[in-house]
């Protein structure tokens, strides 16, 4: 049955995405909104509900473990896996704004994160949390990312070329990216109950299970959609999903997450917590090397490269 979950799972998150990504290009289209904020907003949302969910259940059964390690693993894989993988299929070029604002941002998420994590060790604790205050503070901060993509929404130079591009009636993209969003969250949690059966099953530990295997399994969505993305070469979508996610990860869920339950941070998780700075840092200077303000198929490979010594490093560490 564990199997069969993740068989179906893996269906249902391909086709969401593919539904996902049409519906929102169109939107995008339709309305005169930039791919870039599409991918920001309503892709990235949408992709982050599986980390949503899980982290919420996660949190509410005092399984902080998985609710932390599952948000560190997802970001960590959604810029070495999802990026790399995407960019090995299709170079991504991505846009000025994003280069110098969302991919900073998503950076700052990271940080953030790592000083209210690190606040008590630094007190001399030998562990942390975040504590509700911490979730405010950043759930503040995603208030400011809002506000922000609002913005650039009504900035016509955040505007790419769309070409060759179906454009659907308001109310089939809406009905695209509802379906698309539905499929998304029902493969992804199929995949993640499936996953974590078998992991059970061979008496992996649970810190391992939330930064590996739920946290590629709540990431499926973001792969499923920055690949299909790259393949209908919308590289703005490709590169905003994943931007896009990790902020939402970082300052939404993990904000409600903690404001619903404190999160005790522990010292092995400080692999995690470097790999997701060191990834996002590697993001940024990818975009000055190479071709600038394109992430090249060799990069794509560094990443993936990466994103197998981060795997490696968890099961020895």
Do not use: C
């Given at each position: ?11 249902l ?8 990504v049409?519906?929102?290009s169109s939107?995008a ?6 791919d870039l ?7 990235a949302?949408?992709t982050s509900?599986?980390?949503l969910s ?6 509410m ?19 070495l896996?999802?990026l790399g993988?995407?960019?090995?299929v299709?170079p991504?070029t991505?846009t000025h704004?994003?280069v ?13 994160l790592?000083v ?8 001399g604790?030998?562990t942390?949390?975040?504590s509700?205050?911490?979730g405010l503070i ?9 506000y ?6 009504q900035?016509?130079?955040?505007m790419t070329?769309?070409?060759n591009?179906?454009i ?33 099953y061979f ?5 391992v ?13 973001e ?6 993305a790259?393949f ?12 896009g996610?990790?902020?939402f990860n ?7 997450s ?7 941070i ?5 692999l ?6 060191i ?15 394109i ?10 490269s ?12």
């Amino acid at each position: 049955m564990s199997v069969l979950l993740l068989i179906v799972g893996f269906v249902l998150v391909i086709k969401g995405a593919d539904f996902l990504v049409d519906g929102g290009s169109s939107l995008a289209k339709k309305l005169h909104i930039s791919d870039l904020v599409v991918g920001l907003t309503v892709v990235a949302f949408g992709t982050s509900l599986p980390e949503l969910s899980v982290n919420i259940t996660a949190s509410m059964n005092g399984s902080s473990e998985i609710a932390i390690t599952n948000i560190l693993g997802s970001n960590t894989a959604n810029i070495l896996l999802i990026l790399g993988i995407s960019a090995i299929v299709f170079p991504l070029t991505v846009t000025h704004g994003t280069v110098y604002k969302e991919i900073p941002f998503s950076l700052l998420a990271a940080l953030v994160l790592a000083v209210m994590a690190g606040d008590k060790i630094i007190d001399g604790k030998i562990t942390s949390e975040l504590s509700r205050i911490d979730g405010l503070i950043l759930l503040a901060f995603f208030v400011i990312f809002i506000y922000y993509t609002a913005g650039i929404a009504q900035d016509t130079s955040t505007m790419t070329e769309q070409v060759n591009k179906n454009i659907y009636s308001l109310k089939k993209s809406a009905t695209l990216i509802t379906t698309g969003l539905i499929l998304l969250v029902f493969g992804g949690n199929w995949i993640v109950s499936g996953a974590i059966d078998i992991a059970h099953y061979f008496n992996i530990s649970e810190s391992v299970i939330g930064a590996t295997i739920v946290a590629v399994g709540t990431s499926i969505p973001e792969l499923a959609t920055s690949v299909v993305a790259a393949f209908k070469k919308n590289p703005e979508i490709a590169v905003g999903n994943v931007v896009g996610s990790n902020i939402f990860n970082i300052f939404f869920i993990l904000g409600i997450s903690s404001v619903i339950k404190p999160l005790p941070i522990h010292s092995s998780d400080i692999l995690h917590f470097a790999a997701v700075i060191i990834a996002s840092m590697f993001l940024f200077i990818f975009m000055f090397t190479g071709k600038r303000k394109i992430i090249d198929r060799w990069e794509g490979w560094l990443l993936l490269s990466g994103y197998v010594i981060y795997i490696f490093l968890i099961l020895i560490i």
